[in-house]
């Protein structure tokens, strides 16, 4: 049975209000309306400028191993199949071993990035590109091949756990605006335009601890009121340790408000299920939460979304 932690209470919305919410950003994030949506942030200089935040060369992956067993969050885990496997009695000569793997990619489990044509709200996809463009045999606009010379910029981690003294946050709680600006503070720095921005609640951790669970049903999340600080700030990427919204929806009649709001509102390219528990520490450690991030989706030029393994380079 969950507990559910009183930071969890926050305002639900009615339609109206979530409409309202979605026109205030939709109109904020004006400049990232075209095809490669927020991505525009991350210009040249600001891309040079993310590689000085290199000092120790160490890396660090934001990736959790993808998993091939089922389970309460993975109903259609990733099938790995072993194809030719070199002959032990074999005398000498050259051989190969090979496999193949097949994944549900936006599953509730393993690490990946939402493409801009993932979202369908009212009809349309980002930018008020139609959603026929999704057709059975692929995307023809907004598909992940938008992100095909990859993701490079300042990654920042704003650690919610750590902020409120506890090892997670229980499915069902919320992280405010508030909460993100209060982990700025605790952790000296400041989202900027154009940052690769990740947000940790733990959810990883509880799931090693705790065991999977329905995380479809449950899980913790972002409020969708929270955006507006991210829409002032102009980032350029979200990520999360969960899948970035909150279960239950706190939304009256939307199920994933953040990813409307996100992807379909704002043009940002989403990365779900990460895992922050190899990067916080060495954060911690070294005492700076920003670093180089480098995010290489696959090259899928139809697709809504790819596997993804991003790296910190600090």
Partial sequence: MTTHSPWAERPRLTEDEFGALYRRLGSRAAWASGPRGALEALTPARVAAAAREVRTGRTVTL???????????????????MGER?????????????DSFAMNVHGDVDSHIDALC???????????KSARSVRKDGAT????????????????LL?????RGVPWLEPGDHVSADDLAAAEDAQRLRVAEGDLLFVRVGHRRRRAE??????????AGLHPS????????????????????????????????????????????????????????VCE??????????????????????????????
């Fill in 141 to 156: 606009a907004l598909s992940i091949e938008t992100a095909h010379d990859g993701i490079v910029g300042r990654g920042v």
């Fill in 226 to 281: 929270a955006l507006e600080l991210l829409a002032d700030r102009r980032i350029a990427v979200l990520g999360g340790d969960g899948n970035n919204d909150t279960a239950p929806s706190c939304t009256e009649g939307v199920d994933f408000p953040v990813h409307v709001l996100a992807i379909h509102a704002m043009g940002l390219h989403l990365l779900d299920y990460l895992q922050f528990e190899d990067l916080a520490p």
């Fill in 118 to 128: 993932h979202v369908v709200y009212d009809g349309t996809l980002h930018g008020g």
């Fill in 86 to 98: 070199p002959d032990e009695h074999a005398d000498g000569g050259l051989q190969f071993a090979t």
């Fill in 210 to 219: 705790l065991g999977p669970w329905h995380a479809a049903r449950e899980r």
């Fill in 159 to 163: 650690d919610i756990p750590r902020l």
């Fill in 63 to 81: 990736a959790a191993p993808v998993e091939t067993l089922p389970g309460p969050d993975n109903p259609e885990p990733a099938r790995h199949r």
């Fill in 285 to 314: 450690a070294v005492g700076r939460w920003s670093f180089l991030c480098v995010i290489a989706p696959l090259r899928l030029p139809e697709a809504t979304g790819s596997p993804v393994n991003p790296i910190a380079v600090l």
